[in-house]
């Protein structure tokens, strides 16, 4: 386990330099209004799955006028037009990403943000997850896991979608035979969380992995198969990119 740990240690690092984009606590982790918040999960731009970030805050000056931005691709898009309906359930954006103008309409839900572009033609409307105090899962993972019967580790995708308390993801790796995990159900706590469901392989068993936010956008933590029979288990260390 202690080479485990040391393997696993260089993708620690290289994910808190580079998989947040985030300095600080979202807004929605400090304000109350559900206006301004911040959502997170999966888009297709070009016809391919990516992760996205949608913040929406409040200008620094005295007229706390709403901003917000989208960050995707490696980029972070401040909004140059932004605004609500009366009954502040839709929010409305335009910004520019690589040379060029998109123009948003988003339906704001308790739980997530629903968008729908008008410019440019073609997108399709994606739903993005709310976060609270700065976390929610939804999104694409890399990283790596270990394995204490294969003793080593294989690089990993997690693709996990958050609703408030409800989870939905699915990953797949090769330790002594393929193995695909589906997880069904999950908890937060804090910094902590606690993901469940089942693996199949030859077998079908149950797995849990109990881990932490280690940045907004890195996770890292210990898997297991088998329940207390433990036919598997290891450590875990996964990065969200937004590239």
């Known amino acids: 386990m202690t080479f485990m740990r040391l393997a696993l240690w260089p993708l620690l690092i290289t994910g808190l330099m580079c998989a947040s984009c985030r300095k600080a606590a979202p807004i ?6 559900e206006t301004l918040s911040s959502y997170v999960g999966i888009a297709f731009f070009s016809g391919s799955p990516m992760n996205v970030l949608l913040v929406t805050t409040e200008s620094t000056d005295s007229s706390h006028a709403l901003a ?3 960050t995707y691709q490696s980029q972070t898009s401040a909004f140059s037009e932004v605004s609500t309906d009366p009954q502040a359930d839709t ?5 520019t990403h690589a040379n060029a103008n998109y123009h948003a309409w988003a339906l704001i839900q308790p739980l997530a943000i629903e968008v729908h572009f008008t410019e440019p033609t073609g997108i399709v409307p994606f739903r993005l997850n709310r976060e609270t105090s700065g976390h929610n899962m939804s999104g694409i993972w890399t990283g790596d896991m270990s394995s204490t ?4 580790q294989r690089s990993v995708t997690l693709t996990m979608d958050q609703l408030g308390s409800a989870f939905a993801g699915e990953a797949a790796v090769n330790f ?4 695909t995990f589906e997880i069904t159900t999950g908890s937060v706590t804090g910094n902590g969380f606690q993901i469940s ?3 199949q392989g030859s077998n079908l068993y149950p797995t849990t992995w109990n881990g932490n936010y ?6 890292s933590g210990e898997w297991n198969a088998g329940g207390e029979s433990a036919i598997d288990g290891g450590q875990f260390l996964f990065s969200r990119l937004f590239q």
Do not use: C, H, K, M
């Not at 019967?149 to 080593?152: E, I, N, P, T, Y």
């Open 149 to 152: 019967l294969l003793q080593g």
């Open 197 to 199: 469901g089942t693996v």
């Open 176 to 179: 002594v035979e393929p193995w």
């Open 91 to 95: 929010l409305f954006f335009n910004y």
């Open 214 to 219: 280690v940045g907004f956008d890195t996770i």
């Open 28 to 33: 929605a982790a400090r304000q109350p209004n």
């Open 68 to 70: 917000g931005s989208i």
